[in-house]
């Protein structure tokens, strides 16, 4: 049977209630399955076999399955990891002039490939440099007394080493204790927090800025100034607030004149419009004035020359008795005199008057009646 996966592992989520869990490949030996299981936290736990799980499917190509026993079924917050881990020994022993067996090559080979597959498994989860990088060493000659309490690091050139740690923490400095090198204290007065750098016993007060002792401590955390960034940033965040809803004050008195402008311009459009019409009706009435003026003085004119016309033809102004009369004349000639009334005109050829006598009125008067 030949092995014609790369898979060697995997995971599920537990629920509290499923007990069995498939596994993808194949394994030689139910000792062969290693089953982990991860907390929450990240905790992980390697699992017995019979103890807390039961193998199915040894030899088969396309896997088999795991079974927890009653009181071990994964919880619904637990990770349940199937990894093929297969023992790295060599079993197979031929022995000189034996029947050469096909099967049992066959199972050393599976067993080799899976061995490999296992050992990539690991690489590929291990942190490696690139092909393209280089470092002269990845061994350590530092003892492990020398290596407690530091760090993985790399040096200036780039080479593995190890550093100091940071610190120890002892909570918030007091007077009066011993401190040693890489202690770490916060100053309760501003939250700041110090390493130590010099070896020595605590004395005076805080803040450590203005004690005696600052020169023996290294500011590694500025509370101090961070508290006053933030303070300064919710002042700034609070004028930035106060200045967008002037902002939007404005924008909306801006809308608010822009409106009365449209309006203003809209009334202005109308009263021109109105001018326009009404300096039109003028020009249009002005014309027809000036037309009927110039009708009436040639009506005038012509009323003149036909008056003109008249008194030529009558030698003077005529009169009617009625408006029967058929015969106009002047004045004089329409007035006929009676018994002793007569008409004399007076002031003939300059401004004439027509002047009635009555020689009636003179008799009686001298008969004494």
């Known amino acids: 049977m ?20 498939q596994f993808n490949f194949k394994v030689l030996d139910q000792a062969d399955i290693e089953v982990l299981i991860r907390a929450a936290d990240g905790t992980e736990t390697k699992k017995t076999i019979q103890t807390h799980y039961t193998v199915s499917g040894v030899g088969v190509a396309t896997g088999g399955s795991v079974t927890f026993t009653v009181g071990n079924i994964p919880a619904a917050t637990e990770k349940v990891i199937l990894r093929r881990a297969t023992a790295q020994t060599q079993v197979l022993d031929l022995v000189e002039n034996d029947p050469f067996s096909a099967e049992s090559i066959e199972a050393a080979l599976d067993r080799t490939i899976a061995i490999n597959q296992e050992l990539q498994e690991q690489v590929d989860r291990a942190i490696k440099l690139s092909p393209t990088n280089a470092m002269s060493s990845t061994e350590f000659t530092v003892d492990a007394t020398n290596r407690q309490n530091k760090v993985l690091a790399f040096d200036g050139a780039g080479e593995l080493s190890i550093a ?9 400095w007091n007077a009066g204790r011993t401190y040693g090198e890489r202690d770490l204290v916060k100053d309760t007065s501003n939250n700041n927090i110090y390493l130590c750098v010099t070896a020595h ?11 005696a002792d600052i020169a023996k401590w290294a500011l590694i955390v ?5 508290a ?14 106060s200045s967008a ?60 020359q036909s008056a003109q016309s008249a008194a030529a033809s009558s030698g003077g102004a005529v009169v009617k008795v009625s408006t029967n009369d058929t015969n106009a004349n002047t004045l004089s000639q329409k007035i006929e005199g009676g018994l002793g009334i007569k ?8 401004n004439e008057k027509l002047q009635i006598n009555s020689d009636a009125i003179v008799f009686a008067i001298a008969l004494g009646g």
């Not at 100091?164 to 918030?172: A, C, I, P, V, W």
């Not at 016993?201 to 004690?211: F, R």
Request: glycine letters at 8%; zero cysteines.
């Open 2 to 21: 030949t092995i014609t996966t790369t898979i060697i592992k995997n995971s599920y989520d537990g629920d509290g209630n499923q007990a069995a869990f």
């Open 228 to 241: 006053t960034a933030s303070n300064t940033a919710t002042t700034k965040a609070s004028e930035a607030l």
């Open 222 to 226: 500025d509370a101090e100034a961070a």
């Open 201 to 211: 016993s605590s004395s005076g007060a805080v803040p450590l800025s203005s004690n």
């Open 343 to 350: 008409a004399v005109v007076k002031n003939s050829g300059g």
């Open 245 to 304: 809803q002037a902002a939007d004050a404005s924008a909306t008195t801006a809308s608010g004149h822009a409106t009365t402008a449209s309006n203003a311009q809209t009334a202005a459009e109308s009263a021109r419009d109105i001018a326009v019409s009404s300096r039109d009706t003028a020009i249009s009435q002005a014309g027809i004035a000036t037309t009927k003026a110039g009708e009436a003085d040639q009506s005038a004119q012509a009323a003149a």
């Open 164 to 172: 100091q740690t940071l610190g120890d923490y002892q909570g918030n």
